[in-house]
């Protein structure tokens, strides 16, 4: 058993690290259905259970203190790439039709979490309001929700095996969808021509090289930017269940990462490598704590992730049917976000490769709006 503090911090870097490498080095097709985050939540919560980290304060502070900072920083660096000037240019029917997909989701979440309630554990509203963050915007918001809710390990563990899995199976019906693009535009009706100024668009940035200046600015820069926003939200008062010390500096790095992003200072490079690095300190924390003993609840979560999607499909549809929308704007609005960044361009690809930015422009409004939702949702769930 690891009872050092410090020795505990290590190893869940060293694992870090280890999969981090391993992921984007072999070429594994594991990788593929197991991501490297997910894999690094099962082995740390796998070493918990069998008693390899001691439950101790004191051994759980170090590793406690990093992830307090390295939350906030995260996502201060996760949204130097949301340009909202880029968002607008959207359109009103694409940015409508982001927001009824992120909306039915929402609405599918609380709805079902009403039909299980009484069979769920009594707290299970803040995994669930976590694993909502992921869909309307990416595993950075999940953990945000989770943090500020402080949902315990066990239930949070459920939420993101349901979030892989359920993913998974979303992203290949998506993928597949372009198969029957045509059949469903003539069955809306749709007229695709207002896509027609969005093909082509070049939302490549120039490559900048990495360098010891770009990775201080990012990585002290982003820990400066993290701490004064926790002291700031220490200071601020708590309102209601969820809006907290730790939700008031979600807010203060949202907002300041908007803001860096409309500079010249969101061209640094190395934002989106550091972030990344931070967020599987945030999830070895998490995981670390969780314990796979009590995993017989986990189906019927699958069963509540997969209904979710059903609603979630079924709200989709009748809006489609009423405005006329295209199977190409639900299927990467959909994407973006359940998958995030990194599925939403590549659902966009499968059915026209100009219009990819669209699907890049989608991921990164959830990325902002993702938390927000997460957070709406379990307040509304808290009160059931």
Request: net charge negative.
């Amino acid at each position: 058993m690891i009872t050092d503090g410090l020795l505990m911090l290590g190893v869940l870097l060293g694992l870090s690290c280890l999969l981090i490498v391993l992921e984007r080095t072999t070429g594994w097709k594991f990788f593929t259905f197991v991501p490297g985050m997910v894999l690094m939540y099962l082995l740390c919560a796998t070493l918990n259970s069998l008693g390899m980290f001691g439950d101790a304060e004191e051994t759980r502070a170090p590793i406690a203190a990093v992830k307090d900072v390295a939350l906030p920083a995260m996502i201060f660096l996760f949204l130097f790439s949301c340009d909202v000037r880029k968002i607008i240019k959207l359109g009103p029917k694409l940015l409508l039709t982001m927001f009824v997909a992120a909306a039915s989701l929402a609405v599918g979440m609380v709805a079902v979490y009403a039909v299980f309630q009484s069979a769920l554990h009594e707290e299970s509203w803040k995994a669930l309001g976590a694993l909502l963050a992921s869909w309307t915007g990416g595993s950075a918001n999940m953990v945000a929700v989770q943090d500020i809710l402080q949902a315990p390990e066990n239930i949070f563990g459920y939420a993101l095996i349901t979030d892989t899995i359920v993913y998974s199976v979303w992203l290949m019906a998506m993928f597949s969808s372009a198969a029957v693009s045509d059949r469903f535009n003539r069955f809306t009706k749709a007229n695709t021509s207002y896509l027609d100024s969005h093909a082509g668009a070049d939302l490549a940035e120039e490559k900048r090289e990495i360098t010891v200046t770009s990775l201080a600015i990012v990585a002290f820069g982003s820990i400066f930017v993290s701490t004064v926003a926790i002291w700031i939200g220490g200071q601020l008062p708590e309102l209601g269940d969820v809006v907290n010390g730790t939700a008031w500096t979600i807010l203060i790095v949202s907002l300041l990462g908007l803001i860096v992003a409309h500079t010249p200072l969101g061209k640094v490079a190395g934002s989106m490598e550091v972030g990344t690095l931070m967020l599987f300190i945030v999830i070895g924390q998490i995981a670390s704590g969780s314990d796979f003993s009590a995993l017989t609840q986990a189906p019927l979560y699958l069963l509540i992730g997969f209904l979710v999607l059903l609603v979630h499909a079924v709200i989709m549809v009748i809006y489609a049917k009423l405005t006329r929308t295209e199977l190409f704007s639900l299927a990467v609005a959909s994407t973006a976000n359940i998958g995030g960044i990194a599925s939403a361009p590549v659902v966009a690809s499968a059915f026209n490769r100009q219009l990819v930015p669209v699907g890049v422009l989608f991921a990164l409004i959830g990325s902002f709006a993702g938390t927000w939702i997460g957070l709406g949702a379990a307040q509304l769930m808290s009160m059931l």
